[in-house]
């Protein structure tokens, strides 16, 4: 079923211009689906992802994060996890004022993760269910303790400060994926910054406590071969959830972008079937 595309702008935290696009099927929509995308890339990287939700009846919203891909905002510039999830919040605010009888399902990958796990605490009441994958919500388990220390401290007065690299490679175990992520001019191909770290070792932080706020259908999808965000982290946050409808689908083999592996239409089928039974 092929969907329709366009794309639209709302004002975020702080006046910055945040760019979102929307994917409506060509029938009229059973659900809507918000996605937060992960660090350095955009939205657009997500096209086959919305036309596979369209071909079950789904409306997705995605933006590109401040300092990301179309939106304002210095580049990958993050001082709190605050404007993360206030922009994501009025983006969600955006499709339930335009689908408010619709079932709403907020999707989150590696970085995106964390900020849908963040914001769902905040606003528990506020989406029908959740699907984080690959969620960065564990980010100090994966990094030595002094990068933690640096993180926090450099990230609090110098946010912008680059403090860890990120190698390509790991994100596909598919080299046209990893080549086209090399070659887009919308993904940020440098350092990752201070501040983004210290949010997210925030997060993790956070997470054992805050998770038992969740009580809304939880999915989670993971690479078990990832080695941006390893699995233990999403094996911990199912550990701690207060939702009696969680899920943990580890993928033998795949890297850290399960929607981009050679088997990405195995994880899309999977990952739609759960939301089409959730609505």
Same mark, same amino acid.
């Given at each position: 079923?092929?969907?329709?595309?366009?794309?639209?702008?709302?004002?975020?935290?702080?006046?910055?211009?945040?760019?979102?696009?929307?994917?409506?099927?060509?029938? @009229?929509?059973?659900?809507?689906?918000?996605?937060?995308?992960?660090?350095?890339?955009?939205?657009?990287?997500?096209?086959?992802?919305?036309?596979?939700?369209?071909?079950?009846?789904?409306?997705?919203?995605?933006?590109?994060?401040?300092?990301?891909?179309?939106?304002?905002?210095?580049?990958?510039?993050?001082?709190?996890?605050?404007?993360?999830?206030?922009?994501?919040?009025?983006?969600?605010?955006?499709?339930?004022?335009?689908?408010?009888?619709?079932?709403?399902?907020?999707?989150?990958?590696?970085?995106?993760?964390?900020?849908?796990?963040?914001?769902?605490?905040?606003? @528990?009441?506020?989406?029908?269910?959740?699907?984080?994958? %690959?969620?960065?919500?564990?980010?100090?388990?994966?990094?030595?303790?002094?990068?933690?220390?640096?993180?926090?401290?450099?990230?609090?007065?110098? @946010?912008?400060? @680059?403090?860890?690299?990120?190698?390509?490679?790991?994100?596909?175990?598919?080299?046209?994926?990893?080549?086209?992520?090399?070659?887009?001019?919308?993904?940020?191909?440098?350092?990752?910054?201070?501040?983004?770290?210290?949010?997210?070792? %925030?997060?993790?932080?956070?997470?054992?406590?805050?998770?038992?706020?969740?009580?809304?259908?939880?999915?989670?999808?993971?690479?078990?071969?990832?080695?941006?965000?390893?699995?233990?982290?999403?094996?911990?946050?199912?550990?701690?959830?207060?939702?009696?409808?969680?899920?943990?689908?580890?993928?033998?083999?795949?890297?850290?972008?399960?929607?981009?592996?050679?088997?990405?239409?195995?994880?899309?089928?999977?990952?739609?079937?759960?939301?089409?039974?959730?609505?």
């Amino acid at each position: 079923m092929p969907a329709t595309h366009s794309e639209h702008s709302f004002d975020g935290t702080g006046g910055v211009r945040i760019v979102y696009d929307v994917w409506t099927p060509d029938v @009229p929509p059973r659900g809507v689906v918000i996605l937060a995308h992960g660090y350095a890339e955009h939205a657009r990287r997500y096209d086959h992802v919305a036309t596979r939700f369209a071909d079950a009846g789904l409306i997705t919203y995605a933006l590109d994060h401040r300092g990301h891909g179309r939106s304002g905002g210095k580049r990958v510039y993050l001082r709190d996890m605050s404007e993360y999830t206030g922009d994501f919040h009025t983006l969600v605010g955006i499709a339930a004022a335009e689908h408010p009888d619709l079932a709403r399902v907020v999707v989150g990958h590696s970085m995106g993760g964390g900020i849908v796990f963040a914001y769902g605490v905040e606003h @528990p009441g506020d989406y029908t269910a959740m699907v984080l994958s %690959g969620p960065a919500v564990d980010a100090e388990a994966s990094v030595s303790p002094v990068m933690v220390r640096v993180a926090k401290l450099v990230g609090r007065l110098a @946010p912008g400060t @680059p403090v860890e690299d990120l190698p390509a490679d790991a994100v596909s175990r598919d080299p046209a994926v990893v080549a086209a992520y090399e070659s887009d001019p919308l993904v940020y191909h440098g350092k990752l910054p201070a501040g983004i770290a210290r949010a997210l070792i %925030g997060v993790g932080e956070t997470m054992p406590q805050c998770a038992g706020i969740i009580t809304a259908p939880l999915l989670v999808v993971h690479g078990e071969q990832d080695r941006l965000i390893p699995v233990e982290g999403s094996r911990k946050l199912v550990d701690c959830v207060a939702s009696s409808d969680v899920h943990l689908k580890v993928y033998p083999g795949l890297y850290h972008e399960v929607f981009n592996e050679p088997e990405k239409a195995l994880v899309l089928d999977d990952v739609t079937s759960w939301i089409e039974a959730k609505l």
